[in-house]
């Protein structure tokens, strides 16, 4: 319960009450009101010490009791991988997470709605391959996408347009293309294809969003700059920055868990599995990276490093990692409703993959 | 403090997630243990900011006026039932925060090895030429992708020094490991070279081994001659050769 307003403020809105000492007409009536009164203060008074001992009494037999295993539990190794896991993607994202709100901050308080509208073409049909190109431009991990996006779409930017950019943004910058080539040395077709695959991925995907989407799924978060007067700009800035890190950095924790638990339990030799089968192997390696989580910047190590797997399941990997992870739907969760992530997120992880099966079957 | 907490609980968690990454970055080299070396400026840059945005809450500030207003067409509120409060989902910022300033988690060791199982070594096709003569001192990395995918063998009857930390292993041998990271602790890649010869140190101790290649087994495997325990490198995830 993090508190922008004054209490002050909110008091205000509550509605008036009746002053507690103020005569009542009627003298048994104010006994009676008054005994009650007492009395019902009393219950609660009585009723609280017992739940609260209670509550105490099991909280301190519970420690003497349970406090050596708690102790051993959380020296086991496994327990002890987990929280290096969690607090490595945490601060992994903590920087891109930064930067995406700073620059939709920015553009809420700053940029004329007026300007963005300009440079998109009217048309959304066309603003949607525009978007997804101009996800080449800001590089960094797929927590910048999220809040940018937000951003773009608080500032009268289609939606359809601002996901398509949301998708490919952390797919196709020239970051993760050049992390590509170091990780398959020899192989540029393996860049080309991703790079086709991804820009494919996320076109489709605004192109069916025009489609298919509906206004109510997408909850926007409430744009404070609407009414922004020049004066009050960097107070904007400054709440609005604020408030978007907080929101989305506690749905990135949760991700960041919930990544670090598949993570540790999920052993990568049950994977070796599948390898053989190269349809199953597909949808597989892309499934793996969405619980695995890994950062656009380092999926394509990862990808060269399952080696059983054909290039197209690997390709599948690096295409799905970066627009459908748990981080990610923690990520759209907070910043859109879960109503949008659950369905954005499923339908972005098909195309993904069928992108993937294409370009894959045809490249490499 | 529920007030307390309720007034300047935005302020106090920026303050905390920035002092987090300053502790780990700035003032220290914990973040070796979780992400990758480039990433300090930008974690640097990050804390800095954090702590800022933090303290700049608790400045008094102009009211936008929107805080006056009802919002008629909006239907949402953030976590609770008013209007402008932050979200409670927040509060997960907490927990990297206070186990970075008060229990930074290991670096990944042995138990991520032994999860990892097989460690397949990736192909390799193209391997310079080693120095003719001496001891040679190599990557962990660069032993195995030599002792499973050379065709011309190049460490047969040549001394190897290698260095890595102790991971256990089957019956009579352990492994020596090291774990390799491109971003952040979570893609994390393990390679391991089996070891026959002293007994084993404790789990995850880093040691520096001497010995020669085994062409006999299907896995990298060394018999060692000389052990020494050495302190864990500054950086555990890069797999550097051992130094001297």
């Known amino acids: 319960m993090i508190e922008e307003s004054s209490g002050a403020a909110r008091l205000e809105q509550l509605p008036p009450r009746p002053a507690a000492g103020l005569p009542l007409p009627g003298a048994e009536v104010r006994v009676g009101a008054g005994a009650g009164r007492v009395l019902r203060l009393l219950i609660r008074v009585c009723g609280l010490t017992v739940l609260g001992g209670f509550a105490a009494l099991i909280i301190g037999v519970g420690t003497l009791l349970l406090g050596p295993f708690l102790v051993e539990w959380l ?21 891109f997470l930064l930067l995406g709100t700073v620059v939709s901050a920015a553009i809420s308080a700053f940029v004329p709605a007026r300007l963005l509208t300009r440079v998109l073409p009217a048309n959304p049909v066309l603003a949607v391959p525009v978007a997804g190109a101009a996800g080449a431009l800001l590089p960094g991990c797929e927590c910048a996408s999220v809040p940018v996006a937000a951003g773009l779409m608080r500032r009268g930017v289609a939606p359809a347009a601002a996901l398509a950019f949301l998708l490919s943004a952390p797919a196709i910058n020239p970051v993760v293309l050049v992390a590509t080539s170091i990780a398959f040395p020899g192989r540029p077709e393996m860049v080309l294809a991703r790079l086709l695959a991804s820009l494919g991925a996320s076109l489709a995907m605004g192109w069916l969003w025009l489609r298919l989407g509906r206004p109510e799924w997408l909850r926007l978060p409430p744009s404070p700059a609407d009414d922004a007067e020049p004066g009050h700009r960097w107070d904007t800035f400054l709440s609005t920055l604020r408030h978007d890190f907080l929101h989305a950095g506690g749905f990135m924790v949760a991700g960041a868990a919930a990544a670090a638990t598949f993570n540790i339990a999920v052993p990568p030799s049950l994977l070796q599995l599948f390898s053989a089968h190269p349809w199953l192997s597909v949808p ?75 370009v894959g079957g045809w490249l490499l | 403090m529920r007030g307390l907490l309720r007034r300047h609980g935005s302020a106090l968690l920026l303050t905390a997630v920035g002092a987090a990454l300053l502790r780990i970055s700035l003032f220290s080299e914990l973040y070796l243990r979780y992400v990758k070396e480039g990433l300090r400026p930008l974690l640097v840059i990050a804390g800095v900011v954090l702590v800022l945005l933090g303290l700049s809450a608790l400045l008094p500030h102009r009211r936008p006026r929107r805080e006056h207003r009802p919002d008629p067409g909006h239907t949402h509120t953030h976590g609770g039932a008013r209007p402008h409060r932050g979200p409670r989902s927040a509060w997960l910022l907490a927990v990297p925060a206070l186990l970075l300033l008060l229990a930074a988690p ?29 001891t040679l001192s190599l990557s962990l990395s660069e032993f195995a992708a030599r002792a499973v995918w050379d065709p011309a063998e190049s460490l047969r009857s040549r001394t190897v020094r290698l260095t890595g930390f102790v991971t256990p292993g089957g019956a009579g041998s352990w492994r020596l490991s090291r774990i390799i990271v491109s971003c952040c602790a979570a893609d994390a890649r393990a390679v391991a070279v089996t070891v026959h010869g002293p007994a084993a140190p404790p789990d995850n101790t880093w040691v520096v081994v001497t010995g020669s290649w085994d062409p006999g087994s299907t896995a990298p495997t060394l018999d060692v001659t000389a052990l020494r325990v050495v302190p864990a490198p500054k950086n555990p995830y890069r797999d550097l050769p051992p130094a001297g």
Do not use: N, Y
Not at chain 1, 293 to 321: P, Y
Not at chain 2, 107 to 133: E, K, M, N, Y
């Open chain 2, 106 to 134: 290991p670096a990944l060791g042995s138990f991520i090895v032994a999860r990892d199982g097989s460690g397949t070594i990736a192909r390799q096709v193209d391997f310079p030429r080693l120095p003719p003569h001496g």
């Open chain 1, 75 to 95: 020296d086991q190794p496994g327990f002890e991988a987990w929280r290096t896991v969690l607090v490595a993607v945490a601060i992994q994202g903590m920087p």
């Open chain 1, 284 to 358: 597989l390696l892309g499934a793996l990276a969405v619980v695995l989580s890994i950062c656009s910047e380092a999926d394509a190590f990862v990808a060269a490093s399952l080696s059983g797997f054909s290039m197209t399941a690997r390709l599948a990997f690096v295409v799905v990692g970066p627009t459908v992870d748990l981080k990610l739907i923690a990520l759209q969760a907070g910043t859109f409703g879960w109503a949008f992530a659950a369905r954005f997120s499923a339908a972005t992880f098909v195309i993904g993959v069928l992108c993937s099966a294409v």
